[in-house]
């Protein structure tokens, strides 16, 4: 399976950006799909994932300003972030988990939000 995200860039604060990532191959062993962030200084975050089943989970502090949503027919996730702060630049990574519990991991889209 290969992740392939984009959507990221320059935005300020209070602003909205949607990150896509599409997954292809043999998604069979995937159970859920999801992103992750990574701040300068900090370690790796999730930011909300979506299983198959449509379950979601959120990172608490996220809630309310972002939205994953997931076509499992495009084998592909979103992210949609509203009222973006500062302290929500960071590479954002996208992640397909499987059944077993591996991670495969996209190439990371930058997100920079300005003050």
């Known amino acids: 399976v290969q992740l392939q995200a984009s959507g990221g860039g320059l935005v300020q604060a209070g602003g909205s950006l949607r990150l896509s990532c599409a997954a292809s191959?043999?998604?069979?062993?995937?159970?859920?799909m999801g992103w992750y962030r990574h701040a300068p200084g900090k370690q790796r975050e999730l930011v909300a994932s979506e299983t198959n089943g449509g379950r979601t989970n959120y990172a608490d502090s996220l809630k309310g300003r972002f939205t994953i949503s997931k076509d499992n027919a495009k084998n592909s996730v979103y992210l949609q972030m509203n009222s973006l702060r500062p302290e929500d630049t960071a590479i954002y990574y996208c992640?397909?988990?499987?059944?077993?519990?591996?991670?495969?991991w996209g190439q990371g889209t930058l997100v920079t939000v300005s003050s």
């Open positions: 992640n397909a988990h499987s059944y077993w519990g591996a991670d495969l």
């Open positions: 191959g043999n998604m069979d062993s995937i159970d859920a």
